[in-house]
């Protein structure tokens, strides 16, 4: 279980965390959002253990982690912009980490996620040959053999679109529950944060919103702050498909009428 106590932040006289508390249970999803600027991603980075807090606790597993460094903790991030090495093959990105640490993982486990991940075709090619969608599943590959007790994902879809974002939200989630590996992700769009966590932390202005399940938060927001983030977006979406169906049945039928209007009519028997 991760642990979460009373954590702040500042830099100078700015605060960007107040008072930050909660628990994250084992093999559990977790995603922080809110707008920008409101500390979702200093938050990630002191988790990790780039960035120290101000005052608070981080517990992992009954192990207090605040003071231990960021390579002794066991916690391992996919970036958003990927981090791959451009001079190295995609099989090579993925196996690098294993260098300085054979014996992580064995070749049927870099194996396993390979497949896993449907890289098997790309493993020879160089990262400049690879699609978006493809490098975000070598980045995770990468992280993966590592066998982090806790992964972090920062803002992981943001430069996927339509059928490749939804493939990789369904790799992830798929990993976490094969691998019962505790999951935190950062983004801005609720509909990512509530079809793919079990728990979503909301932050304004560097506090808690609200933190609890997407159904709860949807049924129940805890103030107008999070009834307007988060619902609002959710409603403007899906007003937005609604539209894109009308329209689309809208242009079918007219297409059948005017089909129909310039039909030969049958000779009478």
């Not at 999803?29 to 600027?37: A, N, Q, R, T």
């Not at 409101?38 to 780039?50: R, S």
């Not at 590996?181 to 728990?199: F, G, K, N, Q």
């Not at 202005?205 to 129940?220: L, W």
């Amino acid at each position: 279980m991760l642990e979460l106590k009373d954590i702040t932040k500042s830099f100078g006289d700015t605060h960007v965390l107040n008072g930050i508390s909660l628990t994250l249970d084992n093999g559990r999803i977790m995603s922080i959002l809110g707008p920008s600027g409101g500390g979702k991603t200093t938050l990630l980075n002191i988790i990790l253990g780039i960035t120290d807090a101000t005052s608070g606790q981080i517990i992992y597993d009954g192990e207090d982690l605040t003071d231990v460094p960021m390579e002794k903790r066991g916690f391992n991030i996919v970036f958003q912009d990927y981090a791959l090495f451009p001079n190295l093959t995609a099989y090579e990105n993925i196996t690098y980490g294993l260098r300085n640490n054979p014996g992580i993982s064995s070749e049927a486990e870099i194996k396993e996620l390979i497949s896993l991940l449907g890289l098997e075709e790309h493993l020879n090619k160089r990262i400049d040959e690879l699609s978006g969608g493809q490098k975000q599943r070598v980045a995770l590959a990468r992280t993966l053999v590592m066998k982090p007790r806790l992964l972090l994902l920062d803002e992981p879809l943001s430069a996927l679109d339509g059928v490749i974002k939804e493939s990789i939200k369904a790799k992830i989630k798929q990993i976490v529950e094969q691998y019962h590996l505790t999951t935190i992700m950062v983004t801005h769009d609720p509909e990512e944060a509530c079809t793919m966590s079990d728990r979503v932390l909301i932050i304004n202005q560097g506090r808690i919103a609200q933190y609890d399940t997407p159904e709860n938060i949807i049924e129940h927001p805890a103030n107008d702050f999070v009834r307007t983030f988060i619902l609002h977006q959710l409603e403007v979406k899906r007003n937005n498909i609604y539209t894109l169906f009308n329209e689309g049945e809208h242009a079918a039928a007219g297409a059948n009428g005017a089909d129909a209007a310039v039909a030969p009519k049958r000779a009478e028997a």
